[in-house]
């Protein structure tokens, strides 16, 4: 597996190794298997410090991704040194999760799931905010076969 996960916060407690197998799973999903992300858990303060600088958005937000550019295989600069090509990083503001969860009526870390499925379409390129829904309706598909699946198991 590809994935690190950073955890940049002591508000919550964060299953690095549960995050990894999920971003993992939905790049898979997604035929990015080959590719590798980092997943960084911040608090509001950082995460709106990166929305401002980046976005130009001075608000903290739930997730932020940031793609790598279109680097050419063997460049290094996006490739690790296990020849898989790195596709970015995904930063998610526990702060706001929380908030989201508790207004959404679910656990914690099913809106931090939710968050990491989000960021890694966004890594593979997707964008809401363009592409008439696509991005959505991958995203529900990717909920129920990921994250409802986990569910279930767990509940049996």
Known sequence: MAIEVVNRQRLAHIDAGRLAGLADAALSAMGRANEHI?????????????????????RATDVLSFPTSEAQPGDGSANGTDGRR????IAISIETALRQAQAAG????????????HGVLHLCGYDHATDRGQMDRIEVKLRRKLLDARSKVRDS
């Open 38 to 58: 980092t997943v960084v858990i911040v608090r509001d303060r950082a995460i709106r410090t990166l929305n401002r600088k980046y976005r130009r958005e001075d």
């Open 86 to 89: 790195y596709l970015g990083d």
């Open 106 to 117: 679910h656990p914690l870390q099913r809106e931090v799931d939710e968050l990491v499925l």
